[in-house]
């Protein structure tokens, strides 16, 4: 069955970079993107970014370029987020998604569990 | 961006009853070349990932009930659950994905 598995919980001070991961399992890696969906503390979805797990290619969301980088380990089936320069108002619950191909965007048939991210001093 | 704007941000409806969330977007969302409509819905139940129900607009993710239903075109889009069940309380997303992503403020729905 498809799964994605995705890293522990992040405490990181303001300043910091974060790097957490998703390993997918189940189906094959290379047919499905993956992408980063963050939730803060009672607030909506916020989609971070795509990569095409064939060519590695990324997209991100516009108010997080520059701070952000989605890669991926085809060897393990494994995507990674990595986020840097880390505030306060990034705290939240990281989610990876499996992406279903529709000839333009993606939407998501399989999360992972979650991960919380919590930046204080 | 594609803006995706939901109403209500929260209704509170009797177990049995219709309930029905809207969705609408900052522009067409209908794609010319396979006629369809790039939206997709979500439901949320606390402290669990989002789950899919409806991906092009108006067809049900397999195991869904079918008290669950999309329709819409164009930049205008409806959820409807046709009888609420108590399972069914939980914060609904719509979103995009006609160009990169983009999702609603979410509606939360509870029972009354």
């Known amino acids: 069955q498809v799964q994605l598995v995705q890293s522990g919980t992040e405490v990181k001070k303001p300043g910091a970079s974060v790097k957490v991961s998703c390993k997918a399992s189940g189906y094959p890696f290379s047919s499905y993107g993956i992408s980063w969906v963050r939730q803060a503390p009672g607030q909506g979805l916020e989609w971070m970014g795509w990569i095409n797990t064939y060519n590695g290619n990324a997209n991100y969301a516009q108010r997080l370029q520059g701070r952000v980088t989605i890669t991926i380990d085809t060897s393990t089936n494994t995507a990674y987020l990595e986020l840097k320069d880390l505030r306060s108002d990034d705290t939240a619950v990281y989610y990876c998604?499996?992406?279903?191909?529709?000839?333009?965007?993606?939407?998501?048939?399989?999360w992972g569990q979650g991960i919380l991210v919590t930046v204080s001093s | 961006d594609i803006v995706m704007t939901q109403s209500p941000d929260s209704l509170a409806v009797s177990l049995g009853e219709r309930v029905t969330i809207s969705c609408k977007s900052s522009q067409s969302v209908l794609y010319s070349s396979n006629n369809k409509n790039f939206v997709a819905w979500y439901q949320q139940k606390p402290g669990q990932p989002p789950k899919l129900l409806i991906y092009w607009a108006s067809t049900r993710e397999s195991g869904v009930p079918d008290r669950f239903s999309g329709s819409g075109s164009g930049t205008d889009f409806t959820l409807t659950i046709s009888s609420l069940q108590a399972e069914d309380v939980a914060i609904y997303y719509c979103q995009q994905y006609y160009t990169l992503v983009t999702f609603g403020q979410g509606t939360k729905l509870e029972i009354k």
């Open positions: 998604a499996r992406g279903f191909p529709s000839g333009r965007g993606v939407y998501f048939d399989y």
